[in-house]
């Protein structure tokens, strides 16, 4: 059974650094990409980025300025940094398992971060 | 940039037949996945490649992709099936998102 599981800092201040990781239990890691996705209160998905086990790397165009996502093959972890955040970043943080042009099939638990001065 | 569209809100009498559009360009052209999501709780996949069910997933839950629109049908439709639905498909190395449909069922 697969299981993504994720932590980081909840509450960050405006221009300071989003970093969240998360750690994939079960699978193999090396046949899927995994991908960075948030969801602000009360509104809808917004995909952020993904990475491959070479380190391969796809982002959003709207965040891909201030997004870098990187992994970890030895602890099979895979990492989400988003500098100068500002209020607009507060959101639900997701990882995910993605099977490219499949679908999204395991989420992790999600970790809520809030920026406020 | 590529949009996904889906109306607000669905509403659905208990047994009934719900329908969920997502409206993009030639959207028939590549797959389109769907997923279910509850108050406090992550999405959870219920259609793949247009028409596919995970395991796990409920025979109610089926899909379709033609034209312009995928759709999800939902028969029989449950209380426990109250929630929202998103869509999502690929635009060329992106993932996109639906703006999401509340439904609900009354």
């Known amino acids: 059974q697969v299981q993504l599981q994720q932590w980081g800092a909840g509450l960050l201040k405006p221009s300071e650094t989003l970093s969240l990781t998360c750690a994939v239990y079960?699978?193999?890691?090396?046949?899927?990409?995994w991908s960075w996705i948030r969801q602000p209160p009360g509104k809808g998905l917004e995909w952020i980025g993904e990475?491959?086990?070479?380190?391969?790397?796809n982002y959003n165009p709207s965040l891909k300025s201030r997004v870098i996502i990187s992994l970890d093959t030895s602890k099979n972890q895979f990492s989400l940094k988003l500098s100068s955040v500002t209020a607009a970043d507060t959101a639900v943080y997701y990882c995910?398992?993605?099977?490219?042009?499949?679908?999204?099939?395991?989420w992790g638990q999600g970790t809520l971060v809030t920026v406020s001065s | 940039s590529y949009e996904l569209t889906q109306p607000p809100s669905v509403s659905v009498s208990p047994g009934q037949t719900a329908s969920i559009t997502c409206s993009g360009d030639?959207?028939?052209?590549?797959?389109a996945c769907w997923y279910q999501q509850k108050p406090g709780q992550s999405p959870v996949l219920v259609i793949y490649?247009?028409?596919k069910r995970p395991s796990g997933i409920p025979e109610r839950f089926s899909g379709s992709n033609s034209g312009n629109t995928a759709t999800l049908t939902i028969s029989g439709t449950q209380a426990m099936d109250e929630a929202d639905y998103y869509c999502q498909a690929w635009d060329s190395s992106s993932v996109v998102f639906g703006g999401g449909t509340k439904l609900t069922v009354l």
């Open positions: 995910a398992r993605v099977e490219v042009v499949t679908a999204i099939d395991y």
């Open positions: 030639k959207l028939e052209d590549q797959y």
């Open positions: 990475i491959n086990h070479t380190g391969g790397t």
């Open positions: 079960g699978g193999s890691f090396s046949d899927y990409y």
């Open positions: 490649q247009d028409s």
